[in-house]
Nanobody, 125 residues
Framework: QVQLVESGGGSVQAGGSLRLSCAAA????????MGWFRQAPGKEREGVAT???????TYTDSVKGRFTISKDNAKGSLYLQMDNLKPEDTATYYC???????????????????WGQGTQVTVSS
């Protein structure tokens, strides 16, 4: 059974940095796509960054140039380096993965079949 466990969330001031980690376990073949989504109170879950076939990365426009997604297959881990954080980045961040092979990472959260429990990121102004 696949398990995804996030860590690294916390509270920072605007302009600060955090690094989120996601430990993945319980699988033999690697996932087609892994990514980070976030959800703020009263808002829909939105995609932040994804990585496809361990190489192709995509980012939502609001985090381009500030966030970096990466993987370490040897450790079974996914990371999200978040720099120059802004108050609007405040949300619960979720690690997700899918083993369904498509032409690219899906953009809808409903297309992902495995999720972590989430980690809170709070950015104060």
């Amino acid at each position: 059974q696949v398990q995804l466990v996030e860590s690294g969330g916390g509270s920072v001031q605007a302009g600060g940095s955090l690094r989120l980690s996601c430990a993945a376990a319980g699988y033999t073949a690697g996932p087609a796509c892994m990514g980070w989504f976030r959800q703020a109170p009263g808002k829909e879950r939105e995609g932040v960054a994804t990585i496809y076939r361990d190489a192709i990365t995509t980012y939502t426009d609001s985090v381009k140039g500030r966030f970096t997604i990466s993987k370490d297959n040897a450790k079974g881990s996914l990371y999200l380096q978040m720099d120059n954080l802004k108050p609007e980045d405040t949300a619960t961040y979720y690690c997700t993965a899918t083993w369904i092979w498509l032409a690219s990472c899906p953009t809808s959260p409903t297309a992902f079949d495995h999720w972590g429990q989430g980690t809170q990121v709070t950015v104060s102004s």
